[in-house]
C-alpha cells in the first residue's frame, strides 16, 4: 500500500519528537498544516517532486505574506 502525505508527515513528527525542542515542533506541524496539508491530503509520497514543492511554496500559496515565510516553509 503507498504511503500518503498524511502518514508519512505523521511519522516524521514522531520520529522529530526525538530530536528538537517541542516548540519547534508544534511550529513545523502548525505552519505544514496550514499551507501544505490542504494541496497534498491523500497524494502519495512517491509522487511527489521537487515541482510539486515548488508550486505549493511560490504558486498555490500566494497567502503567504513574505519570502522568508515561504523560505521557512520550504526550508520545513
Known sequence: VPLRWEEWFDECM?????????????SYTAQIAKWIHPHWIGKEIRTITKSDVYDVIY??????????????????
Open 59 to 76: 504558486s498555490k500559496c500566494r497567502e503567504m505574506k513574505t519570502e522568508r515565510t515561504r523560505r521557512n516553509v520550504l526550508k520545513m
Open 14 to 26: 514522531k520520529q522529530m519528537r526525538r530530536e528538537v525542542m517541542p516548540s519547534t515542533l508544534a
